[in-house]
């Protein structure tokens, strides 16, 4: 069961707009420190006010080095590590290609670097704030892309208003949650493939067996 640790990670603030349509769109915004914990790293935030309205997004971004992942991927769950109190944004993450598509420094322009078309993970309803960890179950899309790239990179949206491209909020707010970059965040993936233990090693803790990978084990000595 490899357990592969953030290379690199950090959030985008968008450029506010007067429309929540026109923010979401917006093809830049101002990126901050990466590896640094942000109280805010997904947002969707809203000013009423007195005339025209203002809106921002704010996304986060995380880049992994799968280049180890070469068989098929059973399963796979993204460990987050939280920051601050701030609990109230549904949050999904989506596949990107920020950070040059392989591993370099997030940059202001990787703000709309999100295929919104491509989920990897359901709704996640729940936030555990104060430095706990959210765990994400990965989707099948997820998981093609861990084992086809030496790079695995993915957004963390708000749900409810960024990926359904709607104005979640009656009123002025935000929806926010914090995320430690500098904290644990974890790629933990299970390769699929043989599934039996050999000579008492787990199946989940084998990679592959002779020097083949596990996810290409149909049968070990006809079993």
Do not use: M, P
């Given at each position: 069961m490899p357990t592969i640790n953030l290379n690199k990670g950090g959030r985008i603030i968008g450029t506010v707009d007067s429309?929540?349509?026109?923010?979401?769109?917006?093809?830049?915004?101002?990126?901050?420190?990466?590896?640094?914990?942000?109280?805010?790293?997904?947002?969707?935030?809203?000013?009423?006010?007195?005339g025209a309205g203002t809106f921002r997004y704010i996304r986060s971004f995380l880049q992994f080095d799968s280049s180890s992942i070469t068989s098929?991927?059973?399963?796979?769950?993204?460990?987050?590590?939280?920051?601050?109190?701030?609990?109230?944004?549904?949050?999904?993450?989506?596949?990107?290609?920020?950070?040059?598509?392989?591993?370099?420094?997030?940059?202001?322009?990787?703000?709309?670097?999100?295929?919104?078309?491509?989920?990897?993970?359901?709704?996640?309803?729940?936030?555990?704030?104060?430095?706990?960890?959210?765990?994400?179950?990965l989707?099948?899309?997820?998981?093609?892309?861990?084992?086809?790239?030496?790079?695995?990179?993915?957004?963390?949206?708000?749900?409810?208003?960024?990926f359904q491209d709607t104005d979640s909020l009656s009123g002025s707010g935000n929806t926010t949650v914090g995320i430690d970059f500098s904290g644990t965040i974890t790629l933990v993936v299970t390769l699929a493939g043989y599934g039996n233990d050999v000579n008492l090693v787990a199946s989940a803790n084998i990679g592959e067996v002779n020097g083949v990978a596990s996810g290409d084990i149909s049968e070990i000595i006809g079993v």
């Open positions: 429309s929540q349509a026109a923010a979401r769109d917006e093809a830049s915004g101002t990126s901050t420190a990466q590896g640094t914990a942000q109280i805010s790293a997904v947002q969707y935030f809203k000013n009423t006010g007195r098929a991927v059973g399963t796979a769950v993204l460990n987050i590590e939280s920051e601050g109190t701030s609990d109230t944004a549904d949050v999904i993450v989506c596949a990107s290609d920020a950070f040059g598509g392989a591993s370099d420094d997030l940059i202001n322009d990787d703000f709309n670097n999100v295929d919104f078309t491509t989920a990897y993970s359901s709704q996640v309803s729940t936030w555990n704030d104060n430095g706990a960890n959210n765990a994400i179950t989707n099948a899309a997820a998981r093609t892309a861990i084992q086809n790239n030496n790079s695995f990179i993915c957004a963390v949206v708000d749900h409810d208003s960024d």
